[in-house]
């Protein structure tokens, strides 16, 4: 065991001295494999820096009074050694190294279901259609008790994750509680492909506008999800569209500028890239669509908005082929290569840089040395109030830029951006808000329509759930929230939520009913039924929606080149640390 991982650790601190190695790439272009020139003074320092780790090595094992887990020692070595070179440097144990693979391959063997912890365990909030759990019965609501004979009640939901895939064709056993039924039920379920797609909800979401969620990272086969769901939806009658790319956390590069060129002409610049080996000399990445989409586009992004989604944004909004609304973006301008090490680890090394097409670069400083600061720390500002369902905000003059040390660069129709700190929408939009209430509220909802999909709510068994009817457009007649399911909602927290107040539902009743609405749908019709209610009533959604004309505008006046016929007004994001932003909790398909 230790001289297994001490032969990982030292070929990382080696890899990452001499940087170098493969970058994936889509099926449609080259992989290349770049192999660093060692100098002398390199391979020195590679030396000393293997001696002295087993040097150490060697100390510890002699002298140390516990015992030594030399995995765990190994891992945390290897990754605070990365640490020190950015934070996107990280090290993948041979598990989560398997899950990247799995991620980037569009697809994995588990079950398929969406889980998230609640209050007192792991539940299913929803079952995708045509999998293994769907053909073995599970349903939205169903509580996880045991996995192959494993207590899973205290279980996180990535512990239960790791349980439940596994190679396909091999049984999984679960033990799950249903609301009404008395005795849990043990469910065999033979492991399968489980669709993992970058676009997880495509619609109308008006009679002409088309929505795509792309969501989902950008991974092998996201281009061909885009050009399938367009062609789609252009047979719905689609004339304009939101591309949603908030909470996208990046993936490929070549998939980013794949997607990209969907709306760019050819020859177009989308991305730069400079590095200190295979990218010394800058390489810049053109558009390759010879018929690119001339629908009129606005792209939404939020502070989740990263890497590979933020290249997407920023070539967009650089030529001023649409506008782009929510908040500022991320900031990850690095560019990661994915090392396979031995024992079926691997890393993420940065080697370059990639720059916007007018050549901002958007990573974020990270000089501090605090993960804390760099991924959760958000400047806020005062006095704003929460927005509610379906609320518009006033618009308002963008505040002064990002710092006077932000370098300008003025783009296509004159206008000017900031370099550093990630991508600035053309219109901020504040999202659906949080208060302590609300998050107590989504809760309750969660609990209250266990009932509700069991039949089990008296005087409302007409909203029980046998079969769930995937594919369904929701319309307003299903599943209505009605004054009785109302005033049962509101019995139901009186009796079984003490920490919800009656009070503080009927002073957001507006709220309440679009999550209990979306949860109902989500349970009858599948997730991607919820989902619709909540981007009907997302204001950054409506606001998009609403300055697609404006975004037309600037495309055609950038494609003829006169100046632009009017001005862009934008929305301050919500910054008030007691109403923080209302970010879904995560959960995990499996």
Excluded: C
């Amino acid at each position: 065991m230790t001289r297994k991982f001490t032969i990982v650790a030292i070929f990382v601190i080696i890899a990452a001295s001499v940087a170098g190695g493969v970058r994936s790439r889509s099926s449609r272009r080259r992989v290349t494999i770049v192999n660093s020139t060692q100098t002398t003074e390199d391979k020195y320092e590679a030396d000393r820096v293997e001696a002295d780790y087993r040097e150490a090595i060697s100390t510890v094992e002699d002298r140390y009074a516990g015992e030594i887990d030399y995995e765990k020692a190994t891992q945390a070595a290897i990754q605070g050694m990365l640490f020190t070179l950015d934070p996107h440097s990280v090290y993948f144990p041979s598990v989560e190294f398997k899950k990247l693979k799995e991620d980037q391959s569009s697809s994995f063997y588990g079950i398929g279901v969406q889980i998230l912890r609640h209050d007192d365990g792991v539940y299913v909030t929803s079952v995708v259609e045509g999998t293994p759990a769907s053909r073995a019965g599970l349903r939205a609501g169903d509580r996880i008790l045991e996995v192959d004979g494993k207590d899973a009640r205290d279980w996180s939901s990535d512990e239960v994750s790791k349980n439940v895939r596994g190679d396909r064709l091999k049984p999984v056993e679960l033990k799950v509680e249903r609301f009404g039924e008395e005795v849990a039920t043990n469910i065999k379920i033979i492991r399968d492909a489980v669709p993992l797609p970058s676009i997880r909800n495509a619609f109308m979401i008006t009679p002409v506008t088309g929505y795509i969620g792309l969501v989902g990272g950008f991974q092998h086969t996201s281009d061909d999800e885009l050009r399938e769901k367009i062609t789609l939806l252009k047979k719905d009658g689609m004339r304009q569209l939101v591309l949603d790319l908030r909470n996208n956390p990046g993936g490929l590069l070549d998939q980013a500028i794949d997607v990209a060129s969907e709306f760019l002409p050819r020859d177009n610049a989308i991305v730069s890239v400079k590095g200190r080996s295979e990218y010394h000399e800058p390489a810049v990445y053109k558009s390759n669509g010879s018929d690119p989409e001339d629908l009129p586009l606005v792209v939404l992004i939020n502070r989740n908005t990263a890497s590979a989604s933020e290249i997407v944004a920023g070539a967009i909004q650089d030529h001023g082929r649409g506008l782009v609304v929510g908040e500022t973006s991320f900031g990850k301008g690095l560019v990661q290569h994915v090392f396979q090490l031995p024992y079926n680890t691997g890393l993420t090394l940065t080697t370059a840089r990639y720059y916007t097409p007018y050549g901002r670069s958007l990573q974020r400083d990270y000089s501090s040395g605090s993960l804390y600061d760099y991924y959760v720390h958000h400047e806020q500002n005062d006095n704003q109030q929460p927005i509610q369902p379906g609320q518009p905000s006033p618009n308002e003059q963008i505040p002064s830029p990002r710092g006077s040390n932000s370098p300008a660069f003025r783009t296509a129709a004159g206008r000017v951006f900031y370099g550093g700190g990630g991508i600035t929408p053309d219109i901020e939009a504040r999202p659906l808000t949080a208060t302590f209430a609300r998050g107590r509220i989504v809760e309750a909802a969660f609990y209250f329509n266990r009932q509700l999909a069991a039949g089990k709510v008296a005087g409302l068994e007409s909203y029980r759930v046998d079969k769930v009817d995937y594919g369904h457009s929701p319309k307003p007649t299903d599943s209505p929230i009605t004054d009785r399911v109302l005033d049962a909602f509101r019995n139901y927290v009186r009796k079984e939520q003490p920490r919800l107040q009656v009070a503080q539902v009927d002073a957001d009743l507006d709220f309440v009913k679009l999550r209990l609405r979306e949860e109902l749908l989500t349970a009858a019709f599948g997730a991607e039924a919820g989902q619709r209610v909540l981007l009907e009533s997302d204001p950054q959604a409506l606001r998009a929606i609403n300055v697609l004309p404006d975004a037309k505008r600037l495309a055609e006046s950038v494609r003829n080149g006169t100046p632009l016929s009017f001005n862009l007004k934008t929305i301050r994001p919500l910054r008030l640390p007691s109403f923080p932003a209302m970010e879904e909790p995560d959960e995990i398909l499996i």
